[in-house]
């Protein structure tokens, strides 16, 4: 089983369990350019491109995550 299906599927279900849809919009920003990039590799970019574009959306979703999180949570 890939590292990453088992990883949505935790982070899914720990967020529905702790009813926070922001976890959920994480895992499925994280995970949903990992698929498109490596996966069904739609864009035909080189493996480099590819890393650094993955990184970015990641780190931009859990920055907008904790941004978020600390807002509502108050």
Do not use: E
């Not at 990883?7 to 499925?28: E, G, N, P, Q």
Request: no cysteine; charged share 15%; glycine share 2%.
């Amino acid at each position: 089983m890939d590292v990453w299906i088992a990883l949505i599927i935790f982070l899914l279900i720990y967020s529905i369990i702790k009813k926070d849809i922001f976890l959920t919009i994480l895992a499925l920003f994280v995970t949903l350019p990992y698929f498109l990039l490596f996966k069904l590799d739609i864009f035909q970019m080189k493996l480099i491109y590819k890393i650094i574009f993955w990184i970015a959306i990641s780190v931009g979703s859990i920055f907008l995550y904790f941004k978020f999180y600390f807002k509502f949570s108050k």
